[in-house]
T-cell receptor
Framework: NAGVTQTPKFQVLKTGQSMTLQCAQDMNHNSMYWYRQDPGMGLRLIYYSASEGTTDKGEVPNGYNVSRLNKREFSLRLESAAPSQTSVYFC???????????????FGEGSRLTVL | DQQVKQNSPSLSVQEGRISILNCDYTNSMFDYFLWYKKYPAEGPTFLISISSIKDKNEDGRFTVFLNKSAKHLSLHIVPSQPGDSAVYFCAARVRLYSGSARQLTFGSGTQLTVLP
């Protein structure tokens, strides 16, 4: 019963390098999200996908791109990493807008990224 | 401009006593409020929620109170246990339009420490 799985858990990059964070969920959820957590800032939404085939910008999308590969997978790409992107990244999923639900999100364990 | 604020970065409470975590919000369009709990090196996990049409929701040792006129909610934990030591995030949801993903806006978190 994996839930939401993120890879890698840790990554160190040099400024200008690119990388992709992978996320997969096995709960048949419609919606998926990428958040970043920074000290004193809480969790801020980067991008989200309401359903397979759609993606939308969140609060802090600059410097990132996403791909909803299929219903299970939602990846986050940094094309040219910057030190300001040093953070802990969380992928999450939710049932979505089908039926009554509270918008409860299920989170992965996080990916700690350091950009030097 | 933070729409969800948790003004206390930390709180220490003696085991067996009540823990009260507070959260203020500014957006009148929030229709659901949630509390998440986060342990180190793990993703946040859902704890309890409340609809904006209610003023109280209780689940075991956890009770959330909502004061809409003051735009304030609080989480009460009674009795507090050492295992409750974690970061608690307050979150709020705005339903943008039918079919949209249920985006959550998070506060910055409060570190609760329950002392044995």
């Amino acid at each position: 019963n994996a839930g939401v799985t993120q890879t890698p858990k840790f990554q160190v990059l040099k400024t200008g390098q690119s990388m992709t964070l992978q996320c997969a969920q096995d709960m048949n959820h419609n919606s998926m999200y990428w958040y970043r957590q920074d000290p004193g800032m809480g969790l801020r939404l980067i991008y989200y996908s309401a359903s397979e085939g759609t993606t939308d910008k969140g609060e802090v999308p600059n410097g990132y791109n996403v791909s909803r590969l299929n219903k299970r997978e939602f990846s986050l790409r940094l094309e040219s990493a910057a030190p300001s992107q040093t953070s802990v990244y969380f992928c999450a999923s939710s049932v979505g807008d089908r039926g009554a639900n509270t918008g409860e999100l299920f989170f992965g364990e996080g990916s700690r990224l350091t950009v030097l | 401009d933070q729409q969800v604020k948790q003004n206390s970065p930390s709180l220490s409470v003696q085991e067996g006593r009540i823990s009260i975590l507070n959260c203020d919000y500014t957006n009148s369009m929030f229709d659901y409020f949630l509390w998440y709990k986060k342990y180190p090196a793990e993703g946040p996990t859902f704890l309890i929620s409340i609809s904006s049409i209610k003023d109280k929701n209780e689940d075991g040792r956890f009770t959330v109170f909502l004061n809409k006129s003051a735009k304030h909610l609080s989480l009460h934990i009674v009795p507090s246990q050492p295992g409750d030591s974690a970061v608690y995030f307050c979150a709020a949801r705005v339903r943008l339009y039918s079919g949209s993903a249920r985006q959550l806006t998070f506060g910055s978190g409060t570190q609760l420490t329950v002392l044995p």
